[in-house]
T-cell receptor, first 113, second 113 residues
């Protein structure tokens, strides 16, 4: 059973602080990891991808991957009210004919002005 | 086109009826995914196409669901004998190949009454 686990929240963070979103996954052979942002009533929007251990930074966003611990996280620096959304962690499971992104249930992030 | 296009955006149908949902992926993308998202949940994988063939259909819930992609571009998700439990937002995504970042359409909201 391939699973992606996220705390559903809501996670409330004051404006300007760092928001930290966490995700664990069950399959050790996974190679591709993604963070999507989804506003209410909208489709998921890709914001970060990460494929190797360590940190990857893009503007205010940093994705962190630790394959030994099967853990991926997203940090949002200088949080803005517009960052309030549901953040979906997604893992690409490949091989054995079982391809396709598996999503967590998402973490609802609220940035308090 | 510039993005993934899904039609219709909304569909209301009566229980027991047949429906077709269409997805037009980003031009040149060989991988196409169908997901289903219920309120408060992350997207649930249904089927993945690589070109014209279904590389992984393990997410289709039962034999009432079927999808095709005859020319390796547009895909149609077909649901027979719809049930109220089929009500959800059906999302389509495409990527330039399997394992890489996927981009989503705006979804089709299906309501079975």
């Amino acid at each position: 059973q391939k699973e992606v686990e996220q705390n559903s929240g809501p996670l409330s963070v004051p404006e300007g602080a760092i928001a930290s979103l966490n995700c664990t996954y069950s399959d050790r052979v996974s190679q591709s990891f993604f963070w999507y942002r989804q506003y209410s009533g909208k489709s998921p929007e890709l914001i970060m991808s990460i494929y190797s251990n360590g940190d990857k930074e893009d503007g205010r966003f940093t994705a962190q991957l630790n394959k030994a611990s099967q853990y991926v996280s997203l940090l949002i620096r200088d949080s803005q009210p517009s960052d309030s959304a549901t953040y979906l962690c997604a893992v690409m499971y490949s091989g054995g004919g079982a391809d396709g992104l598996t999503f967590g249930k998402g973490t609802h992030l609220i940035i308090q002005p | 086109g510039a993005g993934v296009s899904q039609t219709p955006s909304n569909k209301v149908t009566e229980k027991g009826k047949y429906v077709e949902l269409r997805c037009d992926p980003i031009s040149g993308h060989t991988a196409l995914y169908w997901y289903r998202q219920s309120l408060g949940q992350g997207p649930e994988f249904l089927i993945y196409f690589q070109g014209t063939g279904a590389a992984d259909d393990s997410g289709l819930p039962n034999d009432r669901f079927f999808a095709v992609r005859p020319e390796g571009s547009v895909s149609t998700l077909k649901i027979q004998r719809t049930e109220r439990g089929d009500s959800a937002v059906y999302l389509c995504a495409s990527s330039n190949r399997g394992g890489q970042q996927a981009f989503f359409g705006q979804g089709t909201r299906l309501t079975v009454v």
